[in-house]
Protein backbone atom coordinates (compact mmCIF):
# COMPACT_ATOMS: atom_id res chain seq x y z
CA UNK A 1 0.00 0.00 0.00
CA UNK A 2 0.93 3.49 -0.97
CA UNK A 3 0.90 6.06 1.71
CA UNK A 4 -0.88 9.49 1.13
CA UNK A 5 1.24 12.79 -0.26
CA UNK A 6 -0.04 16.03 -0.80
CA UNK A 7 -2.26 18.61 0.79
CA UNK A 8 -6.24 18.80 0.76
CA UNK A 9 -8.60 21.71 1.86
CA UNK A 10 -11.27 20.69 3.88
CA UNK A 11 -14.74 21.74 2.86
CA UNK A 12 -17.12 24.20 4.77
CA UNK A 13 -18.44 23.23 7.74
CA UNK A 14 -21.89 21.56 8.15
CA UNK A 15 -23.82 22.71 11.13
CA UNK A 16 -21.95 26.38 10.66
CA UNK A 17 -23.09 26.56 6.97
CA UNK A 18 -27.34 25.40 7.58
CA UNK A 19 -26.75 28.31 10.73
CA UNK A 20 -25.41 31.13 8.25
CA UNK A 21 -28.35 30.51 6.04
CA UNK A 22 -30.93 30.44 8.69
CA UNK A 23 -29.68 33.52 10.75
CA UNK A 24 -29.12 35.33 7.51
CA UNK A 25 -32.41 34.94 6.62
CA UNK A 26 -33.95 36.69 10.21
CA UNK A 27 -31.48 39.10 9.89
CA UNK A 28 -32.30 42.91 8.31
CA UNK A 29 -30.24 43.01 4.90
CA UNK A 30 -27.27 41.06 3.23
CA UNK A 31 -25.57 38.10 4.66
CA UNK A 32 -22.78 36.98 2.61
CA UNK A 33 -21.35 33.66 3.35
CA UNK A 34 -18.01 32.49 2.02
CA UNK A 35 -16.58 28.70 2.07
CA UNK A 36 -20.56 27.76 2.28
CA UNK A 37 -20.86 23.75 1.85
CA UNK A 38 -22.52 22.77 -1.09
CA UNK A 39 -23.69 19.69 0.28
CA UNK A 40 -27.03 18.12 0.10
CA UNK A 41 -27.96 18.71 3.55
CA UNK A 42 -27.31 22.68 3.35
CA UNK A 43 -28.66 22.81 0.06
CA UNK A 44 -32.32 21.50 1.69
CA UNK A 45 -31.84 24.44 4.25
CA UNK A 46 -31.16 27.05 1.14
CA UNK A 47 -34.33 25.79 -0.17
CA UNK A 48 -36.49 25.61 2.50
CA UNK A 49 -36.27 29.17 3.45
CA UNK A 50 -36.07 30.09 -0.39
CA UNK A 51 -39.67 28.41 0.05
CA UNK A 52 -40.22 30.82 2.85
CA UNK A 53 -40.07 33.81 0.75
CA UNK A 54 -36.44 34.75 1.11
CA UNK A 55 -34.40 35.67 -2.11
CA UNK A 56 -30.97 33.53 -1.72
CA UNK A 57 -28.19 33.77 -4.54
CA UNK A 58 -25.95 30.75 -4.41
CA UNK A 59 -22.75 31.40 -6.79
CA UNK A 60 -19.39 29.29 -6.25
CA UNK A 61 -17.77 31.97 -4.69
CA UNK A 62 -20.27 32.74 -2.20
CA UNK A 63 -23.75 32.60 -1.13
CA UNK A 64 -26.00 36.08 -0.66
CA UNK A 65 -29.17 35.85 1.48
CA UNK A 66 -30.84 38.92 1.38
CA UNK A 67 -32.60 38.99 4.77
CA UNK A 68 -35.79 40.07 5.96
CA UNK A 69 -35.83 40.43 9.98
CA UNK A 70 -37.20 37.94 12.54
CA UNK A 71 -40.84 38.61 11.00
CA UNK A 72 -40.24 38.68 7.17
CA UNK A 73 -41.00 35.15 6.90
CA UNK A 74 -43.96 34.16 4.25
CA UNK A 75 -45.80 30.90 4.12
CA UNK A 76 -44.60 28.17 1.83
CA UNK A 77 -47.34 27.13 -0.53
CA UNK A 78 -45.95 23.44 -0.25
CA UNK A 79 -44.34 21.04 2.53
CA UNK A 80 -40.88 22.00 3.17
CA UNK A 81 -38.36 19.09 2.21
CA UNK A 82 -35.57 18.84 4.18
CA UNK A 83 -34.01 15.93 2.38
CA UNK A 84 -31.70 14.08 4.91
CA UNK A 85 -30.96 16.21 6.85
CA UNK A 86 -31.75 16.33 10.49
CA UNK A 87 -30.31 19.81 11.67
CA UNK A 88 -32.71 21.37 8.73
CA UNK A 89 -35.56 20.06 10.56
CA UNK A 90 -34.63 20.50 13.91
CA UNK A 91 -33.71 23.98 13.93
CA UNK A 92 -35.94 25.20 11.29
CA UNK A 93 -38.97 23.86 13.74
CA UNK A 94 -37.81 26.49 16.40
CA UNK A 95 -38.24 29.60 13.79
CA UNK A 96 -41.83 27.74 13.11
CA UNK A 97 -43.32 27.56 16.38
CA UNK A 98 -43.40 31.64 16.04
CA UNK A 99 -44.60 32.34 12.70
CA UNK A 100 -48.12 33.32 11.83
CA UNK A 101 -48.79 30.38 9.75
CA UNK A 102 -48.74 26.73 8.90
CA UNK A 103 -45.69 24.68 7.75
CA UNK A 104 -45.61 21.11 7.29
CA UNK A 105 -41.88 19.54 7.05
CA UNK A 106 -41.09 16.43 5.63
CA UNK A 107 -37.96 14.61 4.18
CA UNK A 108 -36.27 11.38 2.83
CA UNK A 109 -36.86 7.87 4.65
CA UNK A 110 -33.90 8.48 7.02
CA UNK A 111 -35.38 11.40 8.25
CA UNK A 112 -39.06 9.71 8.66
CA UNK A 113 -37.43 7.57 11.65
CA UNK A 114 -35.52 10.55 13.48
CA UNK A 115 -36.80 10.94 16.89
CA UNK A 116 -38.85 14.79 16.90
CA UNK A 117 -39.99 14.24 20.55
CA UNK A 118 -37.17 15.95 21.51
CA UNK A 119 -37.86 19.35 20.48
CA UNK A 120 -41.85 18.65 20.12
CA UNK A 121 -41.58 18.37 23.87
CA UNK A 122 -39.68 22.08 24.62
CA UNK A 123 -41.07 23.66 21.97
CA UNK A 124 -44.59 22.91 23.34
CA UNK A 125 -43.34 23.68 26.55
CA UNK A 126 -42.93 27.16 24.94
CA UNK A 127 -46.62 26.99 23.98
CA UNK A 128 -46.00 25.82 19.74
CA UNK A 129 -48.67 23.55 18.08
CA UNK A 130 -46.17 20.87 16.92
CA UNK A 131 -47.47 17.80 15.50
CA UNK A 132 -46.25 14.74 14.51
CA UNK A 133 -48.90 13.94 11.27
CA UNK A 134 -48.17 9.96 11.70
CA UNK A 135 -48.13 10.15 15.45
CA UNK A 136 -44.85 8.65 15.48
CA UNK A 137 -42.65 11.29 16.88
CA UNK A 138 -40.90 11.80 13.47
CA UNK A 139 -41.27 13.80 10.23
CA UNK A 140 -43.40 14.58 8.63
CA UNK A 141 -44.20 17.44 10.93
CA UNK A 142 -47.01 19.66 11.07
CA UNK A 143 -45.90 23.05 12.90
CA UNK A 144 -48.56 26.07 13.65
CA UNK A 145 -46.91 29.13 14.80
CA UNK A 146 -48.10 30.59 18.03
CA UNK A 147 -46.97 33.31 20.90
CA UNK A 148 -44.43 31.66 22.60
CA UNK A 149 -42.98 31.68 26.21
CA UNK A 150 -39.41 31.78 27.37
CA UNK A 151 -38.68 28.60 29.70
CA UNK A 152 -35.85 26.75 31.37
CA UNK A 153 -35.53 23.47 29.62
CA UNK A 154 -33.47 20.76 30.93
CA UNK A 155 -32.16 18.60 27.97
CA UNK A 156 -31.84 14.86 28.78
CA UNK A 157 -29.37 14.43 25.63
CA UNK A 158 -26.62 16.92 24.84
CA UNK A 159 -28.07 17.92 21.51
CA UNK A 160 -26.70 21.31 19.89
CA UNK A 161 -29.54 20.65 17.23
CA UNK A 162 -32.23 20.36 20.74
CA UNK A 163 -30.38 23.43 22.34
CA UNK A 164 -30.43 25.55 18.61
CA UNK A 165 -34.01 24.68 18.32
CA UNK A 166 -35.35 26.38 21.88
CA UNK A 167 -32.95 28.95 21.42
CA UNK A 168 -33.88 29.93 18.04
CA UNK A 169 -37.73 29.49 19.48
CA UNK A 170 -36.27 31.80 22.13
CA UNK A 171 -35.55 34.91 20.15
CA UNK A 172 -40.01 34.98 19.60
CA UNK A 173 -40.26 34.38 23.38
CA UNK A 174 -42.06 36.91 25.68
CA UNK A 175 -38.97 36.68 27.99
CA UNK A 176 -35.42 34.71 28.33
CA UNK A 177 -35.47 31.53 27.16
CA UNK A 178 -32.50 29.15 28.44
CA UNK A 179 -31.46 25.56 28.05
CA UNK A 180 -29.38 23.30 29.93
CA UNK A 181 -28.11 20.08 29.15
CA UNK A 182 -25.82 17.46 30.67
CA UNK A 183 -22.60 17.89 28.58
CA UNK A 184 -21.49 20.83 26.14
CA UNK A 185 -22.58 20.45 22.62
CA UNK A 186 -21.18 22.42 19.72
CA UNK A 187 -22.00 26.11 20.16
CA UNK A 188 -22.10 27.47 16.87
CA UNK A 189 -25.54 29.04 17.40
CA UNK A 190 -24.58 30.70 20.67
CA UNK A 191 -21.33 32.46 18.47
CA UNK A 192 -23.03 32.95 14.96
CA UNK A 193 -26.25 34.48 17.12
CA UNK A 194 -24.59 36.13 18.95
CA UNK A 195 -21.95 37.82 15.83
CA UNK A 196 -25.75 38.92 14.31
CA UNK A 197 -26.61 41.00 17.29
CA UNK A 198 -28.69 38.57 19.25
CA UNK A 199 -28.23 38.70 23.57
CA UNK A 200 -26.71 35.31 24.22
CA UNK A 201 -25.12 34.51 27.17
CA UNK A 202 -23.62 30.96 28.73
CA UNK A 203 -23.14 29.59 32.07
CA UNK A 204 -21.50 26.26 32.11
CA UNK A 205 -23.81 23.88 30.11
CA UNK A 206 -26.75 26.53 30.30
CA UNK A 207 -26.64 29.01 27.53
CA UNK A 208 -29.49 31.98 27.62
CA UNK A 209 -30.98 33.93 24.79
CA UNK A 210 -33.11 37.21 25.18
CA UNK A 211 -36.39 38.13 22.97
CA UNK A 212 -36.83 40.06 19.89
CA UNK A 213 -33.51 41.36 19.42
CA UNK A 214 -32.69 43.45 15.97
CA UNK A 215 -30.42 40.57 13.91
CA UNK A 216 -28.16 42.39 11.16
CA UNK A 217 -26.59 40.77 8.17
CA UNK A 218 -23.08 39.56 8.69
CA UNK A 219 -20.40 38.85 6.19
CA UNK A 220 -19.50 35.01 7.26
CA UNK A 221 -16.54 32.79 6.47
CA UNK A 222 -16.95 29.08 7.01
CA UNK A 223 -14.33 26.38 8.30
CA UNK A 224 -13.43 23.50 6.90
CA UNK A 225 -15.48 20.67 8.57
CA UNK A 226 -13.13 18.66 11.04
CA UNK A 227 -15.82 16.36 10.88
CA UNK A 228 -15.12 15.81 7.20
CA UNK A 229 -11.47 15.91 8.25
CA UNK A 230 -11.90 12.95 10.19
CA UNK A 231 -11.39 10.93 7.42
CA UNK A 232 -8.31 12.09 6.23
CA UNK A 233 -6.83 12.51 10.04
CA UNK A 234 -7.97 8.43 10.27
CA UNK A 235 -6.59 7.69 6.85
CA UNK A 236 -3.27 9.35 6.95
CA UNK A 237 -2.86 8.06 10.83
CA UNK A 238 -3.40 4.59 9.32
CA UNK A 239 -2.13 3.82 6.02
CA UNK A 240 1.55 3.40 6.17
CA UNK A 241 4.02 6.45 4.81
CA UNK A 242 1.60 8.73 4.94
CA UNK A 243 2.09 12.75 5.50
CA UNK A 244 -0.48 15.15 4.90
CA UNK A 245 -1.41 18.88 5.75
CA UNK A 246 -5.42 19.05 6.01
CA UNK A 247 -5.57 22.78 5.77
CA UNK A 248 -8.28 25.07 6.74
CA UNK A 249 -9.90 22.56 9.75
CA UNK A 250 -12.35 24.19 12.19
CA UNK A 251 -11.12 22.98 15.62
CA UNK A 252 -13.96 24.88 18.10
CA UNK A 253 -13.22 23.19 21.64
CA UNK A 254 -16.61 21.59 21.03
CA UNK A 255 -15.91 19.93 18.12
CA UNK A 256 -12.34 18.92 18.60
CA UNK A 257 -12.68 15.21 20.47
CA UNK A 258 -11.58 13.72 17.23
CA UNK A 259 -7.91 15.47 18.10
CA UNK A 260 -7.59 14.65 21.67
CA UNK A 261 -8.50 11.02 21.00
CA UNK A 262 -6.29 10.33 17.89
CA UNK A 263 -3.58 12.26 19.69
CA UNK A 264 -4.62 9.64 22.81
CA UNK A 265 -4.57 6.90 20.72
CA UNK A 266 -0.49 7.52 19.86
CA UNK A 267 -1.70 10.15 16.56
CA UNK A 268 1.50 12.14 15.17
CA UNK A 269 -0.64 15.50 13.98
CA UNK A 270 1.01 19.20 14.38
CA UNK A 271 -1.46 22.03 14.04
CA UNK A 272 0.09 24.85 12.07
CA UNK A 273 -1.43 28.28 11.45
CA UNK A 274 -3.99 28.63 14.36
CA UNK A 275 -6.24 31.51 13.61
CA UNK A 276 -9.43 32.71 14.75
CA UNK A 277 -11.90 34.11 11.62
CA UNK A 278 -15.27 34.03 14.34
CA UNK A 279 -14.37 30.44 14.98
CA UNK A 280 -10.73 28.85 15.52
CA UNK A 281 -9.40 27.15 12.44
CA UNK A 282 -5.63 25.70 11.55
CA UNK A 283 -4.30 23.41 9.46
CA UNK A 284 -3.27 19.63 10.80
CA UNK A 285 0.26 17.67 9.66
CA UNK A 286 -0.58 14.35 10.12
CA UNK A 287 1.97 11.13 9.60
CA UNK A 288 1.58 8.13 9.72
CA UNK A 289 1.92 6.24 13.50
CA UNK A 290 0.97 2.90 15.37
CA UNK A 291 -2.10 3.85 17.19
CA UNK A 292 -3.28 1.81 20.57
CA UNK A 293 -6.82 1.85 21.97
CA UNK A 294 -8.03 3.95 24.59
CA UNK A 295 -11.74 4.52 26.82
CA UNK A 296 -13.60 7.57 25.62
CA UNK A 297 -16.48 8.24 27.90
CA UNK A 298 -18.42 11.03 29.08
CA UNK A 299 -18.38 14.76 28.62
CA UNK A 300 -16.42 14.42 25.66
CA UNK A 301 -18.80 12.24 23.75
CA UNK A 302 -20.80 15.07 22.47
CA UNK A 303 -17.50 16.90 21.16
CA UNK A 304 -16.89 13.54 18.82
CA UNK A 305 -20.21 12.42 18.34
CA UNK A 306 -20.06 12.41 14.38
CA UNK A 307 -16.34 10.80 14.49
CA UNK A 308 -17.45 8.00 16.01
CA UNK A 309 -17.60 5.52 13.00
CA UNK A 310 -14.32 6.90 12.11
CA UNK A 311 -13.03 6.31 15.54
CA UNK A 312 -14.56 2.57 15.49
CA UNK A 313 -11.88 2.10 12.29
CA UNK A 314 -9.12 3.48 13.99
CA UNK A 315 -9.81 1.68 17.05
CA UNK A 316 -9.89 -1.80 14.80
CA UNK A 317 -6.55 -0.83 13.31
CA UNK A 318 -4.91 -0.12 16.85
CA UNK A 319 -3.24 -2.36 19.19
CA UNK A 320 -5.62 -3.73 22.17
CA UNK A 321 -8.83 -2.57 23.21
CA UNK A 322 -10.88 0.38 22.85
CA UNK A 323 -14.03 1.11 24.90
CA UNK A 324 -17.02 3.48 23.89
CA UNK A 325 -19.39 4.48 26.23
CA UNK A 326 -22.00 7.36 27.09
CA UNK A 327 -22.45 7.62 23.11
CA UNK A 328 -26.26 5.94 22.95
CA UNK A 329 -27.20 8.99 20.95
CA UNK A 330 -25.39 6.89 18.04
CA UNK A 331 -29.01 4.92 17.22
CA UNK A 332 -30.41 7.68 16.18
CA UNK A 333 -28.50 9.38 14.08
CA UNK A 334 -28.88 9.16 9.96
CA UNK A 335 -28.54 5.12 10.79
CA UNK A 336 -28.02 3.38 14.00
CA UNK A 337 -24.45 3.63 13.82
CA UNK A 338 -23.74 1.18 16.72
CA UNK A 339 -25.93 -1.70 14.86
CA UNK A 340 -24.11 -0.48 11.05
CA UNK A 341 -20.76 -0.64 12.70
CA UNK A 342 -20.83 -3.57 14.46
CA UNK A 343 -22.22 -5.52 11.86
CA UNK A 344 -19.65 -4.36 8.74
CA UNK A 345 -16.74 -4.05 11.02
CA UNK A 346 -17.55 -7.76 12.18
CA UNK A 347 -17.90 -8.58 8.24
CA UNK A 348 -14.34 -6.99 7.09
CA UNK A 349 -13.19 -9.39 10.46
CA UNK A 350 -12.40 -6.74 13.11
CA UNK A 351 -13.41 -7.68 16.79
CA UNK A 352 -16.40 -5.31 17.80
CA UNK A 353 -18.95 -6.18 20.36
CA UNK A 354 -22.03 -3.51 20.41
CA UNK A 355 -23.21 -2.23 23.98
CA UNK A 356 -26.42 0.17 24.83
CA UNK A 357 -24.37 3.06 24.62
CA UNK A 358 -21.24 2.22 22.28
CA UNK A 359 -19.00 -0.55 21.31
CA UNK A 360 -16.17 -2.74 22.46
CA UNK A 361 -13.12 -3.07 20.16
CA UNK A 362 -10.30 -5.24 20.36
CA UNK A 363 -8.00 -3.81 17.82
CA UNK A 364 -5.14 -5.48 15.51
CA UNK A 365 -7.10 -7.73 13.39
CA UNK A 366 -6.69 -7.95 9.73
CA UNK A 367 -9.66 -6.42 7.44
CA UNK A 368 -10.79 -7.80 4.57
CA UNK A 369 -12.83 -6.81 1.63
CA UNK A 370 -16.48 -6.81 2.29
CA UNK A 371 -20.16 -5.60 0.61
CA UNK A 372 -21.32 -2.65 2.25
CA UNK A 373 -24.85 -0.92 2.86
CA UNK A 374 -24.24 2.93 3.84
CA UNK A 375 -27.98 2.80 4.92
CA UNK A 376 -28.80 5.90 3.89
CA UNK A 377 -25.77 7.49 6.34
CA UNK A 378 -23.02 9.62 4.28
CA UNK A 379 -20.84 9.14 7.61
CA UNK A 380 -21.02 4.98 7.38
CA UNK A 381 -20.01 5.54 3.44
CA UNK A 382 -17.00 7.38 4.21
CA UNK A 383 -15.96 5.71 7.34
CA UNK A 384 -15.88 2.29 4.96
CA UNK A 385 -14.32 3.90 2.71
CA UNK A 386 -10.97 4.33 4.72
CA UNK A 387 -11.76 0.66 6.22
CA UNK A 388 -11.46 -0.93 2.40
CA UNK A 389 -7.95 0.75 1.75
CA UNK A 390 -6.88 -0.58 5.15
CA UNK A 391 -8.00 -4.34 3.85
CA UNK A 392 -6.55 -6.86 2.01
CA UNK A 393 -9.30 -7.40 -1.02
CA UNK A 394 -11.99 -5.41 -2.89
CA UNK A 395 -14.90 -3.50 -0.88
CA UNK A 396 -17.85 -2.37 -2.39
CA UNK A 397 -20.35 0.16 -0.60
CA UNK A 398 -23.91 0.51 -1.91
CA UNK A 399 -24.91 4.04 -1.64
CA UNK A 400 -21.36 5.48 -2.12
CA UNK A 401 -23.29 8.66 -3.60
CA UNK A 402 -24.32 9.82 0.07
CA UNK A 403 -21.28 11.65 0.69
CA UNK A 404 -22.77 14.51 -1.26
CA UNK A 405 -24.72 14.89 2.19
CA UNK A 406 -21.64 16.71 3.68
CA UNK A 407 -18.40 15.93 1.39
CA UNK A 408 -19.08 15.68 -2.21
CA UNK A 409 -15.10 16.06 -3.17
CA UNK A 410 -14.88 13.71 -0.89
CA UNK A 411 -13.76 10.45 -3.13
CA UNK A 412 -12.08 13.19 -5.75
CA UNK A 413 -9.92 14.48 -2.78
CA UNK A 414 -8.95 11.00 -1.53
CA UNK A 415 -7.79 10.20 -4.82
CA UNK A 416 -5.55 13.34 -5.08
CA UNK A 417 -3.94 12.02 -1.89
CA UNK A 418 -3.55 8.37 -3.15
CA UNK A 419 -1.13 9.57 -6.56
C1 LIG B 1 -25.53 18.96 14.63
C2 LIG B 1 -25.58 18.43 15.90
C3 LIG B 1 -25.34 17.01 16.18
C4 LIG B 1 -24.67 16.30 15.03
C5 LIG B 1 -25.26 16.66 13.70
C6 LIG B 1 -25.18 18.16 13.46
C7 LIG B 1 -25.83 20.40 14.47
O1 LIG B 1 -26.59 16.39 16.39
O2 LIG B 1 -24.71 14.91 15.22
O3 LIG B 1 -24.57 16.00 12.66
O4 LIG B 1 -25.51 20.98 13.42
O5 LIG B 1 -26.38 20.99 15.40
P1 LIG B 1 -27.30 16.41 17.83
O6 LIG B 1 -27.40 17.80 18.19
O7 LIG B 1 -28.63 15.79 17.66
O8 LIG B 1 -26.40 15.60 18.72
Same mark, same amino acid.
Given at each position: ??????????????????????????????????????????????????????????????????????????????????????????????????????????????????????????????????????????????????????????????????????????????????????????????????????????????????????????????????????????????????????????????? @??? +????? *? %???? /??? #????? =???????????????????????????????????????????????????????????????????????????????????????????????? @??? +????? *? %???? /??? #????? =??????????????????????????
Amino acid at each position: MTGLHGEITIPGDKSISHRAVMFGALADGLTQITHFLQGADCLSTIDCFRRLGIEIENTPEKILIHGKGLHGLQASASALDVGNSGTTTRLISGILAAQPFETVLDGDDSIRKRPMRRIMEPLSMMGADLISIKENDCAPLRIRGNALHGIHYHSKVASAQVKSAVLLAGLYADGETKVTEPAVSRNHSEIMLRYFGADVHTTGTTAAIKPQPHLTGQSVTVPGDISSAAYFIAAGLLIPNSEILIRNVGINPTR @DGI +LKTAL *A %MGGD /ITL #LNERR =EGEPTADLLVKSSSLHGITIEGDIIPTLIDEIPIINIMAAAAEGKTVIKDAAELKVKESDRIKVMVQYLTTMGAEITGTDDGMIIEGGRPLHGAVI @DSH +LDHRI *A %MSFS /IAA #LLAEG =ETKIKGSELVNISYPSFYDDLNRLRR
